[in-house]
């Protein structure tokens, strides 16, 4: 079965890093891009970066470079999003996403981790 | 970077009516256009890539259109079911979002 799967909500204090996961099967592992979006709570919906499945290699959005790492573990099939320096702009859900190749379009996601940061 | 917008923000129609949502680029994206529906608390769905093709399981009243800077999705003959907002997007990076339309029953 094709599907991501995210680790559950988190609260956390500012200035504060965050982890999330989304494990993956194998064959999405091995063959799809994996994405991280993020949406504020009423907003809309912003990339925040990828992983390439062949290398490994991450590229994050320009605006969150320096705080954002993406991440995967080849044993468990599992990606990893770590955001550090948290603030109350960080809360949002954030959906890991999945593309067959830099240019076709996400057509699996994830089920969302709710993150609030609040003090 | 390429910006995207959608017109409008929000829709209010009635069952059985057609809807249209515009969604304009910046710059010449040629067909690199994905269309996502989200219903409220839900991940979004990816129903339409490459401007007008419609992904499997996708019912027929979803259909897309368009090229260059100015693409639209048609719903027609709009269902209950079909309440939702829809995110354009050109798939490309930095994979640029558009704001979003609301779709509502009247």
């Known amino acids: 079965q094709v599907v991501l799967v995210q680790s559950g909500p988190e609260v956390k204090k500012p200035g504060s890093s965050l982890r999330v996961s989304c494990k993956a099967s194998?064959?999405?592992?091995?063959?799809?891009?994996i994405h991280w979006v993020r949406q504020a709570p009423g907003q809309g919906l912003q990339w925040m970066g990828l992983?390439?499945?062949?290398?490994?290699?991450?590229t994050s959005a320009q605006r969150l470079q320096g705080r954002v790492s993406m991440t995967r573990d080849t044993p468990t099939t599992t990606f990893y999003m770590e955001l550090s320096s948290l603030t109350s702009d960080d809360t949002a859900v954030y959906f890991c996403?999945?593309?067959?190749?830099?240019?076709?379009?996400?057509?699996?996601w994830g089920q969302g981790t709710m993150l609030v940061v609040s003090s | 970077d390429i910006q995207m917008t959608q017109s409008p923000s929000t829709l209010s129609a009635s069952e059985g009516d057609t809807v249209t949502i515009t969604c304009r680029a910046s710059?010449?994206?040629?067909?690199?256009l994905a269309w996502y529906q989200q219903r409220p608390g839900k991940a979004p769905k990816l129903l339409i890539q490459?401007?007008?093709s419609l992904e499997g399981g996708v019912p027929s009243r979803f259909s897309g259109s368009g090229s260059g800077t100015e693409f639209t999705l048609t719903i027609s003959s709009l269902q209950p079911d079909d309440v939702a907002t829809y995110y354009c997007?050109?798939?490309?990076?930095?994979?640029?979002f558009g704001p979003g339309t609301k779709v509502e029953l009247k």
């Open positions: 996403a999945a593309s067959f190749s830099l240019y076709t379009a996400f057509d699996i």
């Open positions: 194998e064959y999405i592992f091995t063959s799809y891009y």
């Open positions: 992983i390439n499945p062949g290398d490994g290699r991450a």
């Open positions: 710059q010449n994206i040629r067909v690199w």
């Open positions: 490459k401007a007008s």
């Open positions: 997007q050109h798939y490309n990076h930095p994979y640029t």
